[in-house]
């Protein structure tokens, strides 16, 4: 069921996304927003003005604002770009764009991003390594061996994640919506923007504390929330201009239910976000403290960006006041959000 060309844009019913949370602003967004621009034109992300107009209006700046408020402003800069360079290779390669239906192609490109994110040398003369040198020898120089250590391993899954989507694209097919739902943590990009919130807001959460099992959790869900939201409100652009079906609304269609169960399947991730937040904020050190901290940023910050976006024009998505469902049985497929193990 495609359910946005099933509705005419004035028909399209308003999507109650629940979330709690707070929202939050670093207070130079414009500057974020004018640098990074900036730095994206230096390295020649953009093949023309209206690409480079477009990466500008999708408000990298203004979300690293929202999710990076905390930081100085070099760290919060390099968030900034950090999520340009994502948004751009998004568009450029997967998705529409030129990658998205050649696995392979996208796989060779891939094996020499992630060598540059490994040695911080671009292995050939192109805009998107150069680029990424750029952020990792910035990332270096402001974090640990273990905080790059952390954002090579998030680029690698994200970037491996691109591959899947392409394989599907090119045959047609479809994950189930259990697959979908553990995909969702990885092919938004979002692993590495959460290995990144301690660099840009200032602090180093130590490994063995990022892996107990509820931060871990909490983690995944933040990253998942992420995409659900992104996926609620983008459904009806993503369905005009390529309708691959990789979309939480699709996924939930194909299994028979419509916009309502997608928007309770989400509020149930949320409801034990909350949950597992709650009991692990009970106890936490000052370091997981400032973790949820900037998982809870995200989130909000990614919604309120998100509904007032030029990227997902025509959404009628707006933050609701209460979850339309608070059933906390395990969803199938991502059960170990519930039930935690080590």
Sequence with gaps: MDLAA?????????VALWCP??????PAVEVLQAESDRWAAKWGLARDEEEAARFSAIGA?????????????????LGADMLMWLFAFDDVFCDEGQLSHDPAGLGVLIADLIRTAQTGV???????????ADLRERLAGLGSGVQVGRWITALRDYLAYQVWEAGHRVRGTFPSLGAYLVARISNGSMPVCVNMLDVTNGYEAPL???EVPAVRALSEMCAALVGYDNDLISHAKE?????????????????GGGLAETVALRDRVMVRYMDL???????????????VRDLDGWIRGNLDLGIGSARYSGSSAVVGTVPTC?????????????????
């Design 277 to 291: 937040r709650e009991e692990t904020l009970a106890g936490a050190s000052p370091t997981v403290a400032s973790w």
């Design 326 to 342: 608070t059933d906390r049985t395990p969803v199938a497929g991502v059960e170990e959000w519930w039930v935690l193990r080590g």
């Design 61 to 77: 700046g203004e979300l690293a604002a929202r999710i990076a408020p905390w930081g100085t402003a070099v760290q919060a800069q």
């Design 21 to 26: 949370l707070p929202s939050r602003m670093y």
């Design 239 to 255: 369905s005009q201009r390529c309708g691959d079906g990789l979309n939480l609304v699709d996924a939930v269609a194909r299994e």
């Design 6 to 14: 099933s509705l005419r844009p004035r028909e399209r019913p308003v």
């Design 122 to 132: 671009a292995r050939a003369d192109e805009p998107f390594q150069n680029a990424l």
């Design 208 to 210: 063995p504390e990022l």
